[in-house]
């Protein structure tokens, strides 16, 4: 009995240009392609390169940074009476105690103006996302037009009418004040133009004025004038601008006038801000600023590590190629035309 023979089945041919090929080539990463190849000059080079450019930039931006004077002085503790030192607490919540103190500042060194004043917290949260939330950017615009303000819980509603500016960020603004005195006459400081113009602008209404303010049982921290529009209070708009750290800076004002050397400055303040009940800190810094900015070492210090771990290892390569040189060979495929000229 003859056996047929089985019919072989039939080989599809696959047209190079076809999509079913493009897309083969795409899964086994076979497009084409420049593949360059890496010579150890090239690399060392590159590194060299790398290194001469960013250590320049980093010693020029901490130069810039080290030229910045600053004065520093933490007061929170300073300016709590000695009875009340191991309850804090009690001491800011008990509104019949005077809170105002006086700290002397000695400058170190010739502070040309403007000298920007900051108020400095530390451990503070403003980050933290039910208080970042608790506010009303459409109220802050709008005023009592907008009526979507369940944002703001609860400092929505105070005995049953609204609260404006609402939410929690504006309700705890910061409300130390200061007063600072060289000899016998007051620095003037200037407290316009401190927040950034696209917040006055775009982001406060320029007919919302507050109402029902801190007149609840609890007061959370400063007040504010029901006669002056939302745009023209500048405390509330830097307040309002939410930093990403717990310790952070917020601008005050400025001092228009030159510092010189061995100045005594006699800083009067009104300690009414509660940090004690969260452990945090209260500081006052006078600054100068550079064509960089304000004082931060960090930007110039990571340029300097960054270009001298780059020159070292150009170095290192450089050794070892020296010591373990061999020739470089290179695969002259070009992937583009699917031609290997290395046979």
Known sequence: MELGRASSPAVRTIPIDSPISALNKFKQQNLPACKPVLKPSCVITSFLVLGFIFVPI???TLCASRTVV????????????????????????????????SRILKVR???????????????????????VKSRSDQQ????????????????????GLPVVPCGLIAWSLFNDTYTFVRG???????????????????????????????????IGGGKLDPHIPLSDQEDLIV??????????????????EDLEADDVIVVHLMNNYNTYSFGGK???????????????????????????????????????????SRPCVEKAVSSWSGKDHSS
């Open 70 to 101: 600053e004065i520093v002085d933490r007061y929170d503790s300073g300016c709590v009476p000695g009875a009340f030192r191991s309850n804090k607490v009690s001491f800011i919540k008990d509104t019949s105690l005077p809170k105002n103190c």
């Open 239 to 256: 307040w309002m601008r939410t930093a990403a750290l717990p310790s952070f800076r917020k601008l005050y004002g400025r001092i228009e």
């Open 58 to 60: 980093g010693l020029t």
């Open 184 to 218: 016998t006459k007051e620095l003037r400081i200037n407290r316009k133009n401190i927040a950034w113009e696209s917040d006055r602008d775009s982001k406060f209404g320029k007919h919302v004025y507050p109402l029902n303010f801190q007149n609840g049982t609890l």
């Open 140 to 159: 802050l615009l709008h005023g009592l037009k907008s009526n979507n303000t369940s944002s703001c819980e609860p400092e929505e509603f105070n005995n």
């Open 282 to 324: 209260k500081k006052l810094v006078l600054s100068t600023s550079s064509w960089l900015g304000g004082r931060n070492d960090f930007l110039g210090v990571a340029y300097i590590f960054v270009g001298g771990s780059s020159i070292i290892l150009s170095i290192v390569f450089l050794l070892l190629h020296m010591k373990n």
């Open 109 to 131: 060194k010739h502070m040309k103006a403007p000298i920007y004043i900051y108020y400095q917290l530390d451990n503070y949260y403003q980050n933290h996302r039910r208080y």
